[in-house]
């Protein structure tokens, strides 16, 4: 009803009676019913509300799904065709690779730069795993000018051996005749006129002259003295060089009989200069004693004997030969350990130096795939007689002569279920050639498909390449993830029902008892996680079941921090003290009445306990204080660390696995804390 009296002064109102037609109905309709409206939203739970509150924020949906992705195909590497729990398969480092290609994009090849044989026209390999058939041809270029080398790391030639004064008295001592892997031992006297002929500096205008004369000595032990002390035999002395190019003549044969040596093995023939110093200032003007420089260019080594000599002797004294120092330095193995080729070697204190050493380089990418699982001639280690028979009885292949396995020959060549393609019977003297005998034991070379060696049925393709061990990396890693999940989220259960229980206890009752649980509380936590980790894996051996016990010693402390925390916010508000009132227990009170509320924060902490978990693991792995012999990020990236730059993939690949676990567990943390706080129940955010 309208009242009109507010029209008139309230003094003229006050004593007058109100009449009915003062007021009037405002609803005019008189049809139509007047009632409350319907509620505009359904009756929901609080777990549906929380679920909506939870998918509004996007970022915690991407999260979420982001671990349940991670977590799936953690389970799922168990379906993987490439095992890791087995000991290492034979192969080693291996690129990552997709796709058949050959133009470097995730395709196992690499670009190398070698020597070029043109004879060949093929790089030359510069060790034994270097595998022709690897060879993209299509992408070999040979590069039109020569290269100077000076360290022996390609097919040099005329090049000379850079002899200081400053590297040693015995600075090149070439003829090592003691290696039991080379036979029987060479006596020089038995050579019928051993010859040497020395060729010093060059042709290139490069001029071999030097300050101070030098000496040509041979260093020997006789026969039977192995260990007894080194003696000197001096061949030339105070040589001076005044040319280009100089030769020297040294009758080895005449010098032994006149100085009445009647053997000489373990014989070296040294150049040794009389190393002269003067003292100089340095940069701080203190006073040093340095070499005088000097050099020699070493050109030529030339051995000769009669032909009256042995066949024995005239073969080892052609092997130490070289009438080019640089293609000979070449030849040589890593850590100037000497060829099969060549017994002559550096043997200074200092590295062997090289000058003028050219050589034809070309350019070409490498499949490794190829080279490992392709057909290969280096796996005789794996087969023998035992073997070969077996593949006979399967049918796969026949065998003529049962004593000679060169009669090896397969049923079906176009099959490839049988690993051996083909068998070649060696031709070597074991006594002579004890290194060709160490390669190839039964004397045979077994031409061998590696895919199928390794038990594949065609060649495998690594997505990010293989670890040191041959272990699939995608695979290792993902297994690593299951392994880390499981000890994460066990450990943080545990941590998380020992906080909840005691930070309730401390927060709820206060006083005394919350003073001496804070007490034990800071004591524990005083002490670094670290050391608690390092003393505790250490006691109890470094296993994933030690590890989840160091970090249930201290993580509860968090959690049993934030509980109290939640506590004392809520446990003095009305809603709990109506409850108390109307005789509600100290159990109801506290999880029916204020856990709920603050069980948002609780659990964000408790969520992220996880990724820290496993970031935790993975560091002290890394730092070599973590798990050992186990799957763990850690682990695996401590193994691959080495491998930065040669093989970024290995320790990038595990990283970006972890950086995924830590973000999304942020983002799907920051997502509970909103969909587990009951004051935002029924909100719109």
């Not at 000197?232 to 001076?240: H, M």
């Not at 916010?569 to 109307?582: H, M």
């Amino acid at each position: 009803m309208k009242n009109d009296n507010k029209q008139r002064p309230i003094d003229t109102i006050v004593d007058e009676e109100f009449l009915d037609s003062d007021f009037e109905f405002v609803h005019t309709d008189k049809d139509a019913k007047i009632h409350d409206e319907k509620f505009q939203s359904k009756p929901t739970t609080f777990a549906k509300d929380a679920f909506r509150r939870f998918v509004k924020n996007k970022a915690s949906v991407v999260g979420a799904i982001i671990i349940g992705v991670l977590l799936l195909s953690s389970f799922l590497s168990a379906l993987s065709p490439y095992k890791i729990s087995e000991a290492d398969p034979g192969y080693g480092l291996m690129l990552p690779k997709i796709r058949d290609g050959g133009d470097g994009f995730w395709d196992g090849t690499e670009t190398y730069k070698k020597a070029y044989d043109a004879e060949t026209g093929m790089p030359i390999a510069s060790d034994e795993k270097f595998n022709q058939r690897a060879v993209i041809k299509e992408s070999l270029q040979v590069l039109p000018e020569y290269e100077y080398y000076t360290e022996p790391n390609a097919n040099g030639h005329f090049g000379f051996y850079h002899l200081t004064a400053a590297q040693t008295k015995r600075g090149f001592a070439f003829f090592q005749n003691y290696s039991v892997e080379k036979g029987p031992y060479l006596n020089l006297k038995d050579t019928d006129g051993a010859k040497l002929k020395i060729t010093i500096g060059g042709t290139d205008g490069i001029n071999g002259n030097h300050v101070r004369p030098f000496d040509i000595n041979l260093r020997y032990r006789k026969y039977n003295d192995f260990y007894d002390t080194e003696k000197l035999l001096p061949l030339a002395t105070d040589i001076i060089t005044d040319k280009e190019e100089e030769s020297f003549d040294i009758d080895i044969g005449a010098a032994m009989t006149e100085a009445s040596v009647t053997s000489a093995y373990y014989a070296q023939i040294s150049i040794e200069f009389p190393i002269e110093t003067e003292k100089t200032l340095d940069e701080n003007g203190k006073e040093v004693e340095t070499v005088i420089p000097d050099y020699i260019l070493i050109e030529k080594m030339e051995f000769t004997c009669e032909e009256t000599a042995t066949d024995h002797a005239k073969q080892r004294l052609a092997e130490i030969s070289f009438t080019d120092a640089g293609g000979n330095a070449f030849e040589m193995g890593p850590n100037n350990q000497h060829s099969k080729k060549h017994t002559g070697y550096w043997q200074s204190n200092v590295k062997s130096n090289l000058y003028k050493a050219r050589c034809q380089m070309c350019t070409f990418r490498y499949d490794q795939y190829v080279a490992i699982f392709g057909l290969r001639e280096n796996l005789n280690a794996y087969y023998g007689k035992k073997i070969i028979m077996r593949f006979v009885e399967r049918g796969l292949a026949t065998l003529s002569d049962p004593d000679d396995l060169s009669t090896f020959a397969l049923v079906n060549p176009d099959s490839d279920e049988c690993p051996v393609r083909s068998i070649v019977k060696m031709d070597f003297d074991p006594v002579e050639e004890p290194d060709m005998a160490a390669k190839y034991p039964d004397g045979y070379c077994y031409t061998v498909l590696g895919y199928r060696h390794f038990g594949f049925t065609s060649i495998p393709k690594f997505v990010f390449g293989t670890d040191n061990g041959g272990r699939d990396l995608l695979t290792l890693a993902l297994s690593c993830l299951k392994n880390s999940l499981l000890l994460a989220i066990i450990t943080s259960a545990i941590c998380l029902s020992i906080g909840l229980v005691w930070g309730s206890i401390s927060g709820y009752f206060g006083g005394n008892v919350d003073l001496i649980m804070e007490r034990i509380t800071d004591i524990l936590s005083g002490v670094p996680w670290i050391v608690v980790m390092t003393l505790v894996m250490i006691l109890l051996g470094r296993t994933y079941i030690t590890f989840g016990i160091a970090v249930c010693l201290t993580g509860w402390i968090g959690t049993s921090s934030r509980t109290r925390t939640q506590f004392y916010r809520f446990k003095g508000r009305e809603y709990v003290l109506a409850s108390r009132t109307l005789g509600a227990s100290d159990a109801r009170l506290i999880f029916r009445h204020i856990l709920p509320n603050g069980l948002g924060t609780i659990v964000t902490g408790s969520v992220l306990m996880i990724p820290t978990t496993i970031f935790s693991e993975a560091t002290l792995s890394y730092l070599g204080l973590g798990l050992q012999g186990t799957d763990s990020f850690g682990v695996v990236l401590s193994e691959n660390q080495k491998f930065l730059q040669t093989r970024p993939a290995l320790v990038i690949f595990p990283a970006i696995i972890i950086s995924l676990l830590m973000i999304s567990f942020n983002l799907f943390g920051n997502g509970l804390r909103d969909a587990l706080n009951p004051t935002l129940k029924g909100g719109e955010q």
